[in-house]
């Protein structure tokens, strides 16, 4: 058993305690005899109680209580030894004992409990795969392990890996381990040995001009001499393939090609073997920056076709043209262009997902951005609240302008179990944008189906915006597909009310039987001015059903592939219905005060026909507005990128006389060089250290603060942590998958720069034998031992439990029960005739006075 005093200074209180009864006894003549030297010791032994419990002692009690936690590694690393970890587990418990209770935890790059502490019989479950895998963290591992642990007991954590860490260092954190009640044993797995080829190294030239040879160098290890293929793609397109022969060891290959196209050249090379040990290694990218001319990509329909490009000058600046349906799909598809026009182009053409990418190549690659108006543009074309709308110096929402005097719209959406997943979630988004484009006096009605039906709000006036929302937001999806009842009860609870516009919105992935006089139904709705859209969701919907329904209620039939168009679709519709957005008529713009606009026109302003009404930002510059003090031309910074809003068309049927104008040209480019970023000559190194760890460096050693974004392939902005080292010197460490990913980067002096990085797959996929070392030293450091054979795991632990308790209560307890036996003692003249009395002094406290009394009152007793 062992004391502590875990606050000692309380015992200074005993010095002037213990005077005081020095004091008191030398006061009493040194006479406590008997009865009273019982009292006296009673008293002082209380108030030592009272001052040891201030002290908060506390006892341990020693017990023989052991925790074994079982830590196993299965990371990929050692996915294949996972089997033989679990029957060494299993083979080491039947060697424990009652007093020694056991958990079983599982770690890769994350930390998981297979089986919780507990005092029982344990038995090793099926392990199902760790779902963060790629990366080995033994320190996190440790330290969380030993925070499961009960704190006051002998632990011992049975550590079963290979020792090859990914992340983080376990030597850091093993002081805190080290001669302590917690100790770690390391039992070494090791890997099969699998036969694996891997990709080490992966090179080809930062920056190349078109038409020049490009070096191309491929290093490759295998664990034995095998035969396969190397690919190697450039832009996802196959360029090299070469069968190679492989030695054990490093293979170095080197390959010369022409340098094709334009921008960021994205490079892969990508082997293949037969029976190969691991498929995670046998990939790796590359980027070569292009050195080119300026390349400005025009966006237009089939249905819309632009006239941008022929009044551009393609002697400066090289002009693609795609389809909407065409652009690409990932951010390395965009940063090859400097600037991105839209013109007339509909927002369900593109979708969300491409927006997105469009977002970022704007906000951290400087990318410029315009959009030219029409009729299936801005608002019209179901930009709100879309990536578009943010990144434009324009709101698509109309403010302070009439608006329609009444609007009825119902939404009946198909929340069939195959809905479920992302068609649901857009489908929910896209209603909800419809809610908040709506006035509040506005009357809406929301209702959903599968084999039944469900009305989720019922048709009346938009009272609550907020909660229309959220019940929107709440539906699942689940059941079958019955189409039209939705869609009569939309028609019959917009029959009655009188509207000047009546609308249904249809959204179904599905199909279903129609009752033989559906058509009737439509005809009547047509009768009451209800119009009918409908939105066909994926291959399996029934288009041609949900078209011939479309075209009966007089609205438009949407087929998506995309199911993120869907916002743009419903966005559209809606917009088309509360808004009168096409202002047309005929106006001469009003120029602010912009040098390198206004310089086009020192022979006065065109007049123009119409335009598409929105509202600029509160911090957008208006270039040119119209005589309604309504946006037409309109610029901004949107983050590293400038992006342009140009309300009227681009074909002449908008525009008027200003498409006749002599210097209508010069005004489309005028607007791709506003366009443009601003490059630094002198790019920044990029150099990786290791894993997701690279340094960021300006060559020129001019700049002196450093901002980064970082974006993958599919425009998702990647975490990463900046770590400043000197000025213009950055370490920044990526938390991204492997793959492709884009710095972008800009400094204090307005420089911008833009590379294409390459992060490998984790060391976790590189073949590499146990690190017998540090499985060692983790053993040593920590009092524990390398177990050989699994019944040492429960051998008897050095250090003894034990649980502090502290007895404060227990002190304060005793000393009043000695007060109380005081008192008693004193009161009930218990201890009489317990020692002699005579010639006694006063005990310090007993008065004088009361002695005097009692003798008079004996004197007077023996006169009678």
Known sequence: MDIRINQPLWLLLLIPIAMYMVYAWKSSGMRFVGKRMILFVLRCLAVALLVLALAAPSITLRADEEQILFVVDRSVSIADASNAADEWITESLKDREAHQSVGLYSFAETFRTDVQLKNTDVTVPIMDKMEADGATDIAKAIDVASAVAKGTIATRIVLLSDGLETVHSVEKLLPKYSGGRVTIDTVLLERPSNADASIAFFN???TAFAGEKQHLEVEVESSTRTAGE?????????????????EPGKNAFSFRTSAAGDGLLKYEAKLIVPDDGLLENNRMLSVTMM???PRVLVVQTERNPSSIPSLLDQSAIQVDVVDARNLPANLSGYLAYSAIIFDNVPGHSVGEQKMTVIEQAVKNFGTGFMMVGGEESFGLGGYFKSPIERLLPVEMEVKGKEQLPSLGLVIVLDRSGSMAGSKIVLAREAAARSVELLRDDDTFGFTAFDDQ????IPVGPLEDKKKAVEQILSVPADGGTNIFPGVEK?????????????HIILLTDGQSEMPPDYKDVIEEGRKNNITLSTVAIGSDADWGLLESLAEDGGGRFYDVVDESTVPAILTRETSMLTRTYIEDDP?????????EWTSLFTDGVPQMNA?????????????????????????????????IAFTSDSTGRWTGDFARWSGYSAFWNTAVARLLPSYEEVPYLITHERG????????????AFLDIAIVDEEGQEVPFIAEPLAPGKMRVTVDAKPGLVFFGISDDKGGLFEAGVSVPYSDEYKPSPPDRALMTKIAERTGGKVLEEPGEAFRDHPYKSGEKTLITEWLIGAAMLLFFLDITLRRFGLLKGFGGERGRKPIVGEGSAAQDSIAELLKAKRKR
């Open 204 to 206: 080809t030239p930062r």
């Open 230 to 246: 190397l690919f190697i793609y450039q832009n996802d397109q196959e360029i090299i393939k070469e069968s190679v022969t492989l």
């Open 291 to 293: 050195k080119h001319s």
């Open 453 to 456: 039906l469900w009305e989720v």
């Open 490 to 502: 939309a028609y019959a609870d917009l029959a009655g009310l009188k509207l000047q516009r009546k």
């Open 587 to 595: 106006f001469y713009m009003t120029l602010g005060n912009v040098p």
């Open 611 to 643: 335009y598409i009404a929105t509202t600029a930002k509160r911090t957008a510059t208006i270039v040119g507005e119209s005589h309604k003090e309504d946006p037409v031309l309109v610029e901004w910074m949107y983050g590293l990128g400038r992006t």
């Open 692 to 703: 997701g760890t690279y340094t960021v460096t300006d060559s020129s050693r001019q700049a």
